[in-house]
């Protein structure tokens, strides 16, 4: 079974840099997986989907939701099984519980917008605590 596992959170000034990282480990665990994530849940709100990476061997592509786009970069390396999250320029809104995501099975023809959808992962962190203070 996959554990994922995320570090780095803690709390920041606006304007400033978190970077969260996030391991997967288990028995036969050899990879992260082909698709990685990292969504955000505040309170009891929706957990949102902010940044994606398809990590297949034709290539990687990433997408990332609007409020996020231009300030944090996802990136994904398969062979340590591990991946972060760069966070800058982070503001009061972006304070939430930030969760890691991955998935092996899917076809690498999903689009863009889909990939930050929720039920396209079946392996989840416990989440992490990320604040930001104005």
């Known amino acids: 079974q996959v554990q994922l596992a995320e570090s780095g959170g803690g709390s920041v000034q606006a304007g400033g840099s978190l970077r969260l990282s996030c391991i997967a480990s288990?028995?036969?665990?050899?990879?992260?997986?082909?698709?990685m994530a990292w969504f955000r849940q505040v309170g009891g709100k929706e957990r949102e989907g902010i940044a994606s990476i398809y990590t297949g061997g034709d290539g990687s592509s990433t997408a990332y939701a609007d409020s996020v786009k231009g300030r944090f970069t996802i990136s994904g390396d398969n062979q340590q099984k591990m991946m972060w999250l760069q966070m800058t320029l982070l503001q009061p809104e972006d304070t939430a519980e930030y969760y890691c995501?991955?998935?092996?099975?899917?076809?690498?023809?999903?689009?863009?917008?889909?990939?930050?959808?929720?039920?396209?992962?079946?392996?989840w962190g416990q989440g992490i605590r990320v604040t930001v203070a104005s």
């Open positions: 288990g028995s036969g665990v050899t990879s992260m997986g082909r698709y």
């Open positions: 995501a991955s998935t092996y099975g899917r076809p690498n023809t999903l689009t863009p917008t889909f990939t930050l959808r929720k039920i396209v992962y079946s392996n």
